[in-house]
């Protein structure tokens, strides 16, 4: 005796069966990644100054700040410094912190010349890959963290942040 082959009504069935529990399954997975990837935290990074002096993601606990990745060669990030300059402005007497952290590609000469004619008024580092792999594996800039006095990241931009958003975040933040 040989086995009878599925009846299409069956196999159709079947089909849309698992098409449904793969859907529910993808919905599953992106709500597990829109709720628990909003409650992501900081990593333990350290960011060389152009001073020499080092900062720490650990130094900055307590406070809410901005991490900024950027790079002089970036057209969006060099149109955006002017309002984080303000940003930064706005809200330091609030206890804000910034740390412009320049990509590793970019040549330290253009970075310190960039950020002694603009007078750029917060920290300014020089990443060597290694804090751009700890937020993520960063590429893409400008990209922008702004993380809570709990170590927790608020939000990511990526590219030019809605700066009438980023300041509301951060009344929010510096609020609590």
Do not use: H
Not at 77 to 84: G, L, V, Y
């Amino acid at each position: 005796m040989s086995a009878s082959p599925t009846p299409p009504k069956a196999r159709s069935s079947a089909i849309r069966s698992i098409g449904a529990v793969v859907v529910v399954a993808a919905l599953a997975i992106a709500g597990y990644f829109a709720f628990f990837g909003s409650q992501q935290r900081v990593p333990d990074a350290t960011f060389t100054l152009l001073s020499g002096q080092k900062v720490s993601t650990a130094d900055l606990k307590g406070k809410v700040y901005l991490v900024n990745f950027w790079a002089t060669s970036c057209t969006t990030c060099m149109k955006e410094m002017p309002q984080m300059i303000q940003t930064y402005n706005r809200f330091k007497g609030e206890g804000l912190e910034f740390v412009a952290v320049a990509m590793n590609y970019d040549a330290p000469m253009y970075v310190v010349n960039y950020a002694q004619t603009r007078q750029l008024p917060f920290k300014v580092a020089m990443d060597d890959g290694s804090a751009a792999k700890q937020f993520g594996n960063v590429q893409l800039t400008p990209t922008t963290f702004v993380i809570d006095r709990n170590g927790k990241i608020l939000k990511r931009y990526v590219g030019e942040p809605k700066f009438a958003e980023l300041d509301a975040l951060l009344q929010k933040a510096l609020a609590t």
